[in-house]
């Protein structure tokens, strides 16, 4: 009994002493603000922080927001004021790792998502291979920053004898730097260096450089980095020096100091003792050469990366570049064996199709036909899901246009490859690919119609005979469609039974026939009646021409078909094919001189420059009126070519000093004068490369500053007309595009009400249009009454009605014994009624 109440009253004294040495005024606020401020702040940042590291696309690039669009705040798929989504590629990215979970087993999941990742642009050098989930924050980023320092900003205002004062200032700082609020960044690590030696002198040091080197106080901010890198390899602070270092390489190559950049490279290659961060440094620096065409020294880089401890996805990269610049020096075998060997490392697995596409390229080059069709088609079946496929589609694609001629097969890899949603340069190619190939089709259409056309012209029984003979076939087509029809509905299995029009049986005969196609692909032959279900058999046409006029069309659409092999599909031989025939077949028509002068051209590409001069020749004295005998006659050295100024660009761009000054205006929060600013640069120097940029800086202060949405439509306007080409262009085509919509909703709505309102004014004038007088004949007194007063359809209603009083008195008086009686109305005397033929009264 007595040693539980001493345990008790042990407990009691020992709480009363925690609480009186509290009681202490500093020691209580730091206990009190920790737990309730200083925690959270911290926890929720250090969070943040992590957050936009894994989504940082590239620990080398220094500024992400006129580059890459806003990074931060737009993570998790935020809205903007348009209505569009900026973070696409990282939304698309979450898509597809989501469509190849679903596709592949467990294991198969983790290693193609990873491998996924690892070829996202979305993913930075420093984190690719790391397969651990983010963590995922409630809200976006931007309004976590905002927490972060609302909590921080409490311990400022009222905890200021704190000792977390500068922790909270120095988190503070960061969070405005990740918001790109860099001015007010700055005076938080200003205010944090007035405050003398603290934790974080060297490392606020660092990013008070950051905000320098962002708000173009270039000087400052490099000598401030200089500083914290002495410092650093001083008190042996690794993480510190890299971060440093990192900083000034990144800024070097925004600026396009590269030469300055590789040589920061190789500074910390010396110093450094972190053999991780000099593997991505030796890799960056390869990519720097690659930059200034410089592959020699590119390859020496990124070999020399393996000395290092690099990253899985860091050696692979580094590998695979030096191969692929192996190939672009034309040490074919060298090349071919550094890919094999990546094939065969088995920690590189995750990248086998990236090293196939290239083993491939390597076989097309080396004219390896075969080799190189079963490499993509294996990447294109395996590897669906990634990328890569679409590299392979219109690999294949090219090898069934350029080298085997089979226009229908490539067709059908170039259109895969434009339907292609994770590739965008792949889509662009491909698609304009199809275009072609379009056209071509189109033309041979054409050239078989007009031959055909010509030999009924010349020979009207064969017209007759085809005639017969599709009638015969279309017979067979109409009882085949009619007999597959007959056997569905009396299938048990079907469940569909019911009578449907021919028009849908014709439908489901053509799939019936495609699905056969695609089941058999090779040695099909199909009949009369099935070519008719394919609309590859058409009903003959009698000529409409006359042979001259067709002759003088099918020149024309053999012209075009020249033209398209030798500019478009680059077949030139097939190009030489159709222009000799023009000249050979149609020498008297009119596109013969284009023809011969193409024909000229084509020699001339192929060294044979005696034929192409006696083209020429002929052009030129045969045709002096033809507009290519001048262009013949500059061929030829006969006529002076027109000298062109060439104007040599200025290395530097005069527009600079100014969207720099803009820019320090933007950042202090000035806005309407920074759109002054911007706006002048873009008029002053509308060629500039600053001009869009400015351009855009002006639609993003009236977007999300001014909110003033209409005016920002108009920046982007000009942004996707004038500079349609620039990154800033790819910024705002899909917000501008969706406020168009949105406009022209509007338009058509209010098109529509005011219709409406016509509608009804109109029928409301119908119902008050009095009927009009009947008009006296014209008499001179008539027209200078008529002179006298205005018409009366233009009275007003209250004059009409005088006059029209006036008018009765005329004709007849009142009489005196007719009085108004005091209640309004009149008294009339009994004068007597008068009968019908009766003038008496």
Known sequence: MFHGNAKKLFARASFFSVLILLSGCGVWTDFTTYFNTYYNAKTLFDQVEEEINLQKKDPFIFREDLQNASQYGNQYGQQNQFGGQFNQQNQFGQQNQFNQQNQFNQQNQLNQQNQFNQQNPNQSLSQQGNLRTSPQLSGNVAEALKRVIEKCSKILQYEKNSSYFSDALFITGKALYYQQEYARAQRKFTELAGLGKTKYSSENKLWLAKTDLQLHDFEAGLKLIDQVKAEAIENEDEK???????????????????????????????????????????????????????????LKAFSEVVKYSPTVDVEFNSRFEAAKILKDLKRMDESESAFNDLLNRGKFKLYIDQVMIQLGKIYYDENKINQALNIFHDVDTTYRMLPTSADAQIKLGEIYHKKLGLYDSASVYYTKASMSV?????????????????????????????????????????????????????????????????????????????????????????????????????????????????????????????????????????????????????VPDSAKFYFNKILTEFPGKPVRVQAMYALGTYYETHNDSLKADSLYKIIYKDFPKDPLSEAAGIKLGLVKKEEKKIVVQKEADPAEPSYIA?????????????????????????QSDYAPKSLYYIGMIYEKDLKMYDSAAVAYKIINDDYPKTKVATLVIAKYTEYKKEQDLKAEEVKKQEAERKKKDEELNKKEIPAQPVQKPSTPENKTEAAKEPAEKDMPIKRKIVKDSAEVKKIAPIPDTVKQKPGGTIAVPDTGKVKPGNTEK
């Open 422 to 570: 994770q590739n965008r340069e792949v889509k662009t190619e491909a698609s304009l690919r199809v275009s072609d190939f379009a056209k071509y089709f189109g033309l041979k259409e054409e050239e078989k119609k007009l031959n055909r056309d010509l030999l009924y012209i010349s020979d009207m029984k064969q017209y007759m005979q085809d005639s017969v003979d599709y009638a015969i076939a279309y017979r067979d087509y109409v009882a085949n469609v009619k007999a597959m029809n007959d056997a569905q509905r009396s299938d048990p299995n079907l469940i569909n039974t019911q009578e449907i029009n021919f028009a849908a049986q014709e439908q489901q005969y053509k799939q019936q026939l495609l699905a056969l196609i695609q089941k058999q692909k090779k040695g099909l032959i199909f009949t009369p009646a099935q070519l008719i279900g394919l609309g590859k058999y058409t009903q003959p046409e009698r000529p409409k021409l006359s042979s001259d006029t067709t002759k003088t069309i099918l020149s024309k659409s053999y012209y075009n078909l020249g033209s398209l092999f030798y500019s478009e599909l680059e």
């Open 240 to 298: 510190l020096f890299n971060e440093a270092s990192i900083t000034k390489i990144s800024f070097l190559i925004f600026r396009k100091e590269l030469t300055g950049a590789i040589e920061e490279c190789m500074n910390f290659l010396k110093e450094s003792k972190d053999d991780e961060t000099s593997a991505l440094v030796s890799y960056q620096m390869g990519k720097i050469y690659l930059t200034l065409n410089d592959k020699e020294n590119a």
């Open 662 to 686: 803009a820019e320090k205006i933007y950042f202090d929060k000035n806005f309407k004068t920074a759109i002054d600013s911007f706006r002048s640069v873009y008029k002053r120097f509308p």
